[in-house]
T-cell receptor, first 110, second 112 residues
Framework: GENVEQHPSTLSVQEGDSAVIKCTYS??????FPWYKQELGKRPQLIID?????GEKKDQRIAVTLNKTAKHFSLHITETQPEDSAVYFC?????????FGAGTTVTVRA | NAGVTQTPKFQVLKTGQSMTLQCAQD?????MSWYRQDPGMGLRLIHY???????DQGEVPNGYNVSRSTTEDFPLRLLSAAPSQTSVYFC???????????FGPGTRLTVT
């Protein structure tokens, strides 16, 4: 099965600074690369995704970059705000089956 | 549209009891799946279905059964509950052309 590693496991940033989370995967057949945000007690929410034929995608303060050769993709959050505090998961997918990383707990300090 | 709904929201079982977690979606999605999330971890795929009458195992299928008699419903059965099955269970559906998975609100299950 897919082996997914996420780094770092925790991240504390000052409000207004940037945050970067890296996800490494093993299955070269993976073709869909989403990032989910999960707040305590809630369901995972898709915040951004990218397909294998695209190298970068941006949506306001959030961006995802993909390096298929090296089998990793990263989440970039700029101008962080307190509401960005949550657990973030990468979940590379092959044939619609998501393989979740262990998560990164992001804390934005005011 | 209600999206993906799950019942119950909370459940406590004793070891050895059986029960069914319900999942329904009204988006006419062919693909549905069940995940479990243990504390401090990511979600893990239990079973999935690519359409009515078709199911397959995911990463952690032992102790669970599924069936898919209609497009809308995808119930998950715990055959004989064990404390190791204490977890939060999420159902999801997907429109294959769009890739995005829609998650239900989850069922928090405790087995004592």
């Amino acid at each position: 099965g897919e082996n997914v590693e996420q780094h770092p496991s925790t991240l504390s940033v000052q409000e207004g600074d940037s945050a970067v989370i890296k996800c490494t995967y093993s299955d070269s057949a993976s073709n869909y690369f989403p990032w989910y945000k999960q707040e305590l007690g809630k369901r995972p929410q898709l915040i951004i995704d990218i397909r294998s034929n695209v190298g970068e995608k941006k949506d306001q303060r959030i961006a995802v970059t993909l390096n298929k050769t090296a089998k990793h993709f990263s989440l970039h959050i700029t101008e962080t705000q307190p509401e960005d505090s949550a657990v973030y998961f990468c979940a590379p997918s092959n044939d619609y089956k998501l393989s979740f990383g262990a998560g990164t707990t992001v804390t934005v300090r005011a | 549209n209600a999206g993906v709904t799950q019942t119950p929201k909370f459940q406590v079982l004793k070891t050895g009891q059986s029960m069914t977690l319900q999942c329904a979606q009204d988006m006419n999605h062919e693909y549905m799946s069940w995940y479990r999330q243990d504390p401090g971890m990511g979600l893990r795929l239990i079973h999935y279905s690519v359409g009515a009458g078709i199911t397959d195992q995911g990463e952690v299928p032992n102790g669970y059964n599924v069936s898919r008699s209609t497009t809308e419903d995808f119930p998950l059965r715990l055959l004989s509950a064990a404390p190791s099955q204490t977890s939060v269970y999420f159902c999801a559906s997907i429109n294959p052309g769009a890739y995005e998975q829609y998650f239900g609100p989850g069922t928090r299950l405790t087995v004592t």
